[in-house]
């Protein structure tokens, strides 16, 4: 068997990583809805059903991996602070290859 080298190991942790976001449902939900125009994690759980404290772990796994980052933050009417989440991909392709898919992101320029 090769030997693999640490940055191919990290290379196919990221792509590891990327792969299983991209294949939670939730978590494509969340990162394509915020190509646009960003949204706060409250509007992402009313808007699309899914319990807030899912959308924080999915936007914290997101951003690990760079997908997602804070764009701003919002003060409400009562002084609380928010973050305002965007992606920073516009696109995702991936490509079944051998030995592993290749993954190939797209930077979003509205972003």
């Not at 640490?6 to 990583?17: A, I, P």
């Amino acid at each position: 068997m090769k030997k693999i080298s640490f940055s191919q190991l990290k290379k196919y942790d990221v792509n590891q990583k990327v792969l299983e976001a991209l294949s939670d449902a939730q978590s494509r939900t969340i990162l394509f809805s915020i190509v646009r125009e960003g949204k706060t994690a409250i509007e992402l759980s009313q808007k699309y059903r899914i319990p807030l404290s899912s959308v924080y772990k999915k936007i914290t796994d997101l951003e690990a991996i760079a997908l997602v980052k804070v764009e701003k933050w919002e003060l409400s009417e009562t002084g609380k602070r928010f973050k305002v989440y965007r992606s920073r991909i516009s696109k995702a392709d991936i490509s079944i290859r051998k030995p592993e898919p290749a993954i190939t992101l797209t930077p979003n320029h509205d972003s």
